[in-house]
């Protein structure tokens, strides 16, 4: 089983894919966190160093030329379930599907606009020193969630699961139960309790996943 987190930065792909890794022991084979960056992730961002690499090189026009045959080693190497995630993959889905095992399954995240454009706010002036306007803000949200929602209509619905970052962080078990159900996974109390332990209901949203 191989399970891909999608969805827009600041949305809640880390959260999801630190479910998939934490409580459903899907590989997601995360690089270790960077010093000085919890304030952004405090669980870490659960990103493989090979996909955000490769999917931020296409995103960026900068396609390896043995791209295809990377994908397909790395894919031959690894031992399921595993699955990954990067901010920008549903913007090279269509590239790399075709590349993935019959049956991959795509999780996708969204929030909502207001507070998603918000945070993005925050991140761009605390990441990278840029000072954007909310009206700057949201003019880029709704242009990467316009891209997920093409990619997301790109891929066979029953290969698709949809959540929201707002129902997750209040109510994570109810997340967990409907990701469990699309994997055909037997939910246990231990995995609950895993749940439970990793989501952090009061942190700042500003600050969070």
């Not at 803000?137 to 891209?147: E, T």
């Not at 990619?151 to 929201?164: F, I, K, N, P, W």
């Not at 609950?192 to 500003?206: A, G, H, L, P, V």
Request: hydrophobic share 35%; glycine share 6%; aromatic share 10%.
């Amino acid at each position: 089983m191989i399970v891909v987190v999608m969805g827009c930065a600041r949305t809640g792909t880390s959260m999801i894919a630190g479910l998939l890794h934490e409580v459903f022991g899907v590989d997601m084979a995360p690089a270790k966190p960077k010093p000085g960056t919890e304030w952004a992730n405090p669980k870490g961002g659960y990103e493989n160093p090979f996909w955000i690499g490769m999917t931020v090189n296409l995103v960026s026009g900068k396609f390896p030329h043995n791209y295809v045959e990377m994908i397909q080693e790395h894919v031959k190497n690894r031992r399921e379930p595993w699955g990954f995630k990067s901010a920008v993959t549903h913007h090279v889905i269509r590239d790399i599907h075709h590349l993935l095992p019959v049956g991959s399954k795509y999780i996708v995240t969204w929030r909502d606009i207001e507070s998603h454009a918000a945070n993005l706010k925050f991140f761009q002036k605390k990441n990278y020193g840029e000072e954007i306007t909310e009206e700057q803000a949201l003019k880029r949200v709704l242009v990467d969630r316009n891209k997920l929602d093409e990619a997301v209509r790109s891929l066979q619905m029953d290969s698709v699961l949809e959540t929201s970052y707002h129902i997750t962080k209040k109510h994570p078990e109810e997340t967990v139960k409907r990701i469990a159900h699309f994997l055909r996974v037997e939910l246990t109390p231990e995995m609950i309790r895993k749940t439970e332990n990793f989501i952090e209901k009061d942190y700042d949203s500003c600050k969070s996943y």
